[in-house]
């Protein structure tokens, strides 16, 4: 072999300028008399992808808080190199020429606006840019939950409520973190808490709430539900109403039983008559300016919470024309005898029945009484002269009322009797007495001892047959027997 010659070239392939070429050359050698020839040389060029940034924004930061986020790129030939081609990080940031790393503790509020630039490895080198901000949003106001404490419910009655909470970044999320809730309700997670409770006691739970700030914020709070035993509908225990007038003040009280006191009235349907209405507490009251017949009916509403619980009951109120006042008939009573049976019945027309009858003035003889009805009477036990106011009293409201004046006689019958002396030496006085039958009987009749010879029994009633006796009193109050009886008819 002679040595070996120079090369030379079949083929090269090349590329626009600034973009990288790989270039690879074979040589083919052929041995020629011994020597080595370069029969042929082939090329070959291999062009890298273009270098782009892929990140488009970045995350917002707060201040004080710590912050990350990491650019990054595809294309060109790694490991890149990244830098601020222009602008400024905020305050207490930087940028990771390796890693494209943003980190550190923003020391303030604001937005900052800069371009990203990143270089590849090769060669020539490629290189990418990206114009980009970054906020740094002012620290909100910590999260705290407002709910204070969460409204009682009842068994059987649907519940719901909301929890609520204040700061920090919305919207919300809600979690059940310990405890449990009253059987049967659920806690949603925008914090709505509903369901119908199926057993009465009292629940106590924590709660726990997220906000959507990066890193988010949280808080916790116990609370508690009581619920309530099923409580029994009221109901209205009115079988109707009374009737009113037309002109005349009226007034009725509505009843409820049952429920939670205290009741609230209404009318559900229905009308009461013109300048009549129902309060809250049930009266019905007013003056009807018209006659007529008015069906309504009545609502009664009880304190039960969270629900409350209802009833109605339909009523006809019926309003008469306006009536004559009431008015006594009786002109006059009739005259009676002491010591008999009197009776009389005053009477009366209009108004609005039954009547009710007292004693306005005046007073009855002894023995004798005036019945709310109207009857006069009794036994008089003293004869005489009466005069008495009477008073009649309608059942309308208001009420009318009326009086009348009356005077009539008792008139008496009466015996004398006359005695003789007691021979006795040692006479303090004597006794009468009185009975309707011959030999027994015989009952006192004077109040003290008679001191004369003479006695008046005006106690007779008429028609009856009596027969008297006497005895003598000394002065150690010793009584003698009966003296022999006379006798006395009254006519």
């Not at 090329?43 to 004080?64: E, M």
């Given at each position: 072999?002679?040595?070996?010659?120079?090369?030379?070239?079949?083929?090269?392939?090349?590329?626009?300028?600034?973009?990288?070429?790989?270039?690879?050359?074979?040589?083919?050698?052929?041995?020629?008399?011994?020597?080595?020839?370069?029969?042929?040389?082939?090329?070959?060029?291999?062009?890298?992808?273009?270098?782009?940034?892929?990140?488009?924004?970045?995350?917002?930061?707060?201040?004080?808080?710590?912050?990350?986020?990491?650019?990054?790129?595809?294309?060109?030939?790694?490991?890149?190199?990244?830098?601020?081609?222009?602008?400024?990080?905020?305050?207490?940031?930087?940028?990771?020429?390796?890693?494209?790393?943003?980190?550190?503790?923003?020391?303030?509020?604001?937005?900052?606006?800069?371009?990203?630039?990143?270089?590849?490895?090769?060669?020539?080198?490629?290189?990418?840019?990206?114009?980009?901000?970054?906020?740094?949003?002012?620290?909100?106001?910590?999260?705290?939950?407002?709910?204070?404490?969460?409204?009682?419910?009842?068994?059987?009655?649907?519940?719901?409520?909301?929890?609520?909470?204040?700061?920090?970044?919305?919207?919300?999320?809600?979690?059940?973190?310990?405890?449990?809730?009253?059987?049967?309700?659920?806690?949603?997670?925008?914090?709505?808490?509903?369901?119908?409770?199926?057993?009465?006691?009292?629940?106590?739970?924590?709660?726990?709430?997220?906000?959507?700030?990066?890193?988010?914020?949280?808080?916790?709070?116990?609370?508690?539900?009581?619920?309530?035993?099923?409580?029994?509908?009221?109901?209205?225990?009115?079988?109707?109403?009374?009737?009113?007038?037309?002109?005349?003040?009226?007034?009725?009280?509505?009843?409820?039983?049952?429920?939670?006191?205290?009741?609230?009235?209404?009318?559900?349907?229905?009308?009461?008559?013109?300048?009549?209405?129902?309060?809250?507490?049930?009266?019905?009251?007013?003056?009807?300016?018209?006659?007529?017949?008015?069906?309504?009916?009545?609502?009664?509403?009880?304190?039960?919470?969270?629900?409350?619980?209802?009833?109605?009951?339909?009523?006809?109120?019926?309003?008469?024309?306006?009536?004559?006042?009431?008015?006594?008939?009786?002109?006059?009573?009739?005259?009676?005898?002491?010591?008999?049976?009197?009776?009389?019945?005053?009477?009366?027309?209009?108004?609005?029945?039954?009547?009710?009858?007292?004693?306005?003035?005046?007073?009855?003889?002894?023995?004798?009484?005036?019945?709310?009805?109207?009857?006069?009477?009794?036994t008089p036990t003293a004869a005489g002269?009466?005069?008495?106011?009477?008073?009649?009293t309608d059942s309308r409201s208001p009420?009318?009322?009326?009086?009348?004046?009356?005077?009539?006689?008792?008139?008496?019958?009466?015996?004398?009797?006359?005695?003789?002396?007691?021979?006795?030496?040692?006479?303090?006085?004597?006794?009468?007495?009185?009975?309707?039958?011959?030999?027994?009987?015989?009952?006192?009749?004077?109040?003290?001892l008679v001191g004369g010879l003479t006695?008046?029994?005006?106690?007779?009633?008429?028609?009856?047959?009596?027969?008297?006796?006497?005895?003598?009193?000394?002065?150690?109050?010793?009584?003698?027997?009966?003296?022999?009886?006379?006798?006395?008819?009254?006519?």
């Amino acid at each position: 072999m002679t040595g070996l010659e120079t090369p030379t070239f079949i083929s090269i392939f090349a590329k626009k300028r600034n973009a990288p070429v790989a270039l690879v050359l074979f040589f083919v050698a052929q041995f020629v008399g011994g020597c080595a020839t370069v029969a042929s040389l082939h090329s070959t060029a291999q062009q890298a992808s273009s270098l782009s940034i892929t990140s488009t924004s970045l995350p917002s930061a707060k201040p004080q808080s710590v912050y990350s986020a990491t650019l990054t790129a595809t294309g060109g030939t790694a490991p890149y190199s990244w830098s601020l081609a222009s602008g400024s990080l905020p305050t207490g940031l930087t940028l990771s020429t390796s890693s494209g790393q943003i980190v550190g503790t923003p020391s303030q509020a604001g937005t900052s606006s800069f371009i990203i630039q990143v270089k590849d490895s090769s060669s020539p080198v490629q290189t990418a840019s990206q114009s980009m901000s970054l906020i740094v949003a002012a620290q909100g106001a910590p999260l705290i939950i407002t709910t204070a404490s969460l409204n009682s419910g009842q068994v059987g009655t649907a519940y719901g409520t909301s929890l609520a909470a204040a700061g920090g970044t919305t919207p919300y999320t809600w979690t059940l973190t310990s405890g449990s809730l009253p059987a049967g309700l659920n806690l949603g997670a925008t914090g709505q808490i509903t369901g119908t409770p199926t057993q009465s006691g009292t629940s106590t739970f924590s709660v726990q709430l997220a906000d959507s700030s990066s890193p988010s914020q949280t808080a916790a709070k116990s609370l508690n539900i009581t619920i309530a035993a099923a409580v029994a509908p009221p109901q209205i225990t009115n079988s109707s109403v009374p009737d009113a007038q037309a002109g005349a003040a009226y007034s009725a009280t509505l009843v409820a039983t049952g429920g939670t006191t205290p009741y609230s009235w209404s009318i559900a349907s229905g009308a009461l008559p013109a300048g009549v209405t129902l309060s809250g507490t049930g009266t019905i009251s007013g003056t009807p300016i018209a006659a007529g017949t008015f069906s309504f009916t009545a609502k009664v509403t009880d304190s039960t919470t969270p629900t409350a619980q209802t009833t109605t009951k339909t009523f006809t109120l019926t309003v008469s024309a306006t009536a004559i006042p009431v008015q006594i008939t009786t002109s006059a009573l009739p005259a009676g005898q002491a010591g008999t049976v009197y009776s009389a019945t005053l009477t009366a027309s209009g108004g609005t029945t039954p009547y009710n009858w007292s004693i306005a003035s005046g007073a009855l003889p002894a023995g004798v009484t005036l019945s709310g009805t109207g009857t006069i009477s009794g036994t008089p036990t003293a004869a005489g002269t009466f005069t008495i106011m009477v008073k009649v009293t309608d059942s309308r409201s208001p009420a009318s009322t009326a009086t009348a004046s009356f005077s009539f006689t008792l008139s008496s019958f009466s015996a004398v009797l006359n005695w003789q002396p007691s021979p006795s030496s040692d006479v303090a006085g004597y006794d009468v007495y009185r009975s309707t039958a011959s030999g027994s009987g015989y009952v006192k009749i004077n109040s003290s001892l008679v001191g004369g010879l003479t006695f008046t029994d005006d106690t007779l009633a008429g028609g009856q047959t009596y027969y008297y006796v006497t005895t003598s009193v000394d002065s150690d109050g010793v009584e003698s027997t009966y003296s022999g009886a006379v006798q006395a008819v009254s006519p």
